[in-house]
């Protein structure tokens, strides 16, 4: 407790969320890392405080005294890259504020001496603002001794001295976000025009939303509105508004042109995948749908794919919601029954075996076939996404790539998913198994992402947290600019 400012080097259990939520409330700093997402958690289950009214978390405008602290970096957060590589992380730094005060800032790189500058100014600025214990410390040894001038050498010096103890730059985590956004904004919502939103906690919905505000049970869902033809054409003219709306954002890069990507949101229709019974800071009950959650962090990761020039394909659409918020996370998505294939040839019959369901994982194959038709070998991938309930796997991402029951392995896949294995982070893993969505699927590199274990309540919480998601979204696309990196193809 008696350290001003740390840097969690471990993943979180229930007794260090107790011990950070009276660190916080003494008056000390965190560099997030690993606990992003965490530290709302820790202040609404061990000090019953609430969102928005005693804390906050949001990005930072980059005017903040932060980027001025001691070292004029006004702004914005430096973007990591190289001369021949400008677009490769344009990143931006979150803030968590309690009660008046910052007491933590997500975690970025320090490879590159202006993000070092930054990484001083952090520590200048958690030791120097109003309330904070280690100001009034600092004051008190070096004002009655050599006055302000030696007060701000002292501030250096702890500063670096903090930075060491930390393990050295390196270990601090990689960038927290690679969406470049308007200041002050938070998290891009492209909106489709012409289309009435309908605003709730856990949305904006549109067309119609879910009786309930919250899933809440395991077995509760509500069922679709209209047969599966009328429904692909609600989705499709929400869609092609999203389409507009993402179009009309400002690229980030070009390096993703003339790659084609078909992204799969896992389960979905009929089949809501695992649906798992966690608790909130309270301790009261709720419940995670893993196919809701999943395809929200697949429209986080179309967005920022297109944003850098690449063609975008979904596997499915919902008819009534595009990205969804989370405020606060206990007002969970409700299981509906309603999304459908994007396809008009896949619908025509309009049965309820057009629905997606376990039994018809080819249409999703199909899907990806007809997409590459035209799109030049050697830039053809195909991801889907899941999140897995596995007690005996670890608390990690995990990336499948395809290997047949008759010892036959997908090398190059294999390959890339190692790569995006090490963007994911957290410990992910690799592993060849024999999986439909991948077999005879036409994209020269094909992988299943696990993207959370939901048998942990740490990777229940993340998928629950917006924030959390959006990094999901960014890791995946961070191992995506690699790959076209050591293939050559980058600007």
Not at 11 to 22: D, R
Not at 147 to 171: D, F, K, N, Q, Y
Not at 197 to 225: C, H
Not at 230 to 244: C, N, P, S, V
Request: net charge neutral; proline share 7%.
């Amino acid at each position: 407790m008696e350290v001003p400012i740390i840097l969690p080097q471990e993943e979180p259990n229930e007794s260090k969320l107790e011990q950070m939520a009276k660190y916080l409330l003494a008056g000390r700093f965190v560099l997030a890392g690993l606990w992003e997402g965490h530290l709302e958690e820790a202040l609404e289950k061990y000090r019953r405080l609430m969102r928005g009214r005693d804390f906050w978390s949001e990005r930072l405008p980059d005017d903040d005294a932060i980027f001025s602290a001691l070292f004029d970096i006004r702004g914005g957060l430096p973007a990591l890259g190289s001369a021949d590589v400008k677009w490769y992380w344009p990143i931006y730094l979150s803030g968590y504020g309690l009660r008046g005060r910052m007491v933590g800032v997500s975690s970025f790189d320090t490879r590159e001496f202006r993000q070092l500058q930054m990484a001083i100014n952090t520590f200048i600025y958690a030791l120097t603002q109003e309330g904070s214990m280690t100001r009034r410390l600092m004051q008190m040894v070096y004002r009655g001794r050599h006055g302000e001038t030696a007060l701000i050498r002292g501030l250096i010096l702890a500063a670096v001295l903090s930075l060491w103890a930390c393990g050295g730059v390196r270990h601090m985590a990689a960038p927290s976000s690679a969406v470049e956004e308007e200041a002050g904004e938070g998290m891009v919502h492209p909106v489709p025009a012409g289309i009435a939103a309908l605003e709730a906690g856990n949305g904006p919905y549109y067309y119609r939303q879910p009786r309930e505000t919250r899933q809440p049970s395991a077995t509760y869902f509500e069922g679709p509105a209209a047969p599966p033809l009328a429904t692909y054409h609600q989705a499709r003219r929400l869609w092609e508004g999203f389409e507009e709306a993402v179009a009309a954002l400002s690229p980030l890069s070009q390096a993703l042109k003339g790659w084609h990507m078909v992204l799969d949101p896992g389960h979905g229709g009929l089949d809501p995948g695992a649906i798992v019974s966690s608790r909130d800071g309270q301790s009261k009950p709720l419940f995670v749908v893993e196919d809701e959650y999943v395809y929200d962090v697949v429209l986080r990761v179309y967005i920022l794919l297109r944003r850098h020039g690449a063609t975008v394909t979904l596997t499915l659409l919902s008819p009534n919601h595009l990205l969804r918020r989370s405020q606060p996370p206990t007002q969970t998505f409700v299981h509906e029954k309603n999304e459908v294939y994007n396809s008009l040839e896949l619908n025509q019959s309009n049965t309820n075996r057009q629905w997606p369901q376990r039994d018809n994982l080819d249409a999703r194959v199909a899907i990806a076939r007809r997409a590459f038709d035209q799109s030049p070998p050697g830039r053809r991938l195909f991801l889907s996404f899941h999140a897995d309930l596995e007690p005996k796997a670890p608390k990690a991402p995990l990336v499948l790539y395809y290997a047949g029951k008759d010892g036959r392995q997908d090398l190059a896949s294999r390959d890339f998913a190692g790569l995006l294995q090490e963007t994911l982070g957290g410990g992910g893993h690799v592993r060849g198994q024999s999986l439909g969505v991948l077999r005879h699927n036409p994209a020269d590199l094909k992988v299943l992402v696990e993207l959370r274990n939901m048998a942990y309540p740490n990777h229940v919480w993340a998928l629950r947290s917006e924030p959390l998601r959006q990094q999901d979204a960014e890791k995946v696309v961070e191992g995506l600019l690699r790959h076209a990196l050591r293939q050559g193809r980058g600007p």
